[in-house]
């Protein structure tokens, strides 16, 4: 995707005149800043979604999961680097965030550095039932990678605030 060149204003010889000079600098800034962010935003949220994969991987076919059960979040944050990050409370989120948007695993897929550890497959990350009974829809009409360079992480979490996977979707 090339971004389009804007043409520096020069005065009637062409030398460049200082408004256009400042303006060019300006626009530059500007857009390329927003793409900055856009891409910080689409790699936390990855990250973020990555975190709860394996955090549930972990919960559903660790070999010691059964030693520690419910304790996991609390020892993840206590062996994991002091950030607010790995907080007890951001683990429990990330699980969630998993857990409610399951279809963005393509684009984590996608978006995640390649690593010797499991990483999420399209085929686990599709998976359209979460527990027995439950049914997450995936967003109607919205592919993973639309939904993670629409919506940050912040937006997500307010999303899933709602408990109605329907209503998440519509939202």
Not at 93 to 100: G, I, N, T, V
Request: charged share 25%; glycine share 6%; hydrophobic share 35%.
């Amino acid at each position: 995707m090339r971004q389009k060149q804007q043409s520096i204003p020069a005065d009637r010889t062409g030398a460049l005149n200082f408004a256009g000079l400042v303006d060019a600098i300006r626009s530059v800034h500007e857009q390329l800043s927003r793409h900055a962010l856009k891409a910080v935003n689409v790699g936390l949220t990855v990250r973020n979604w990555l975190i709860g994969f394996y955090i549930r991987e972990y919960e559903q076919h660790g070999s010691d999961r059964a030693k520690y059960g419910e304790q996991l979040l609390q020892r993840l944050s206590e062996r994991l680097p002091p950030d607010d990050a790995f907080s007890y409370c951001s683990l429990k989120l990330y699980r969630q965030f998993y857990d409610s948007y399951p279809n963005i695993g393509q684009t984590a897929s996608a978006q995640s550095p390649k690593t010797n550890r499991k990483s999420p497959s399209s085929e686990s990350a599709l998976s359209v039932s979460r527990r027995p009974g439950e049914v997450v829809p995936a967003a109607v009409g919205m592919l993973p990678e639309r939904l993670v360079g629409s919506l940050s992480f912040s937006h997500f979490a307010e999303l899933m605030k709602t408990g109605d996977p329907l209503k998440r979707t519509f939202y």
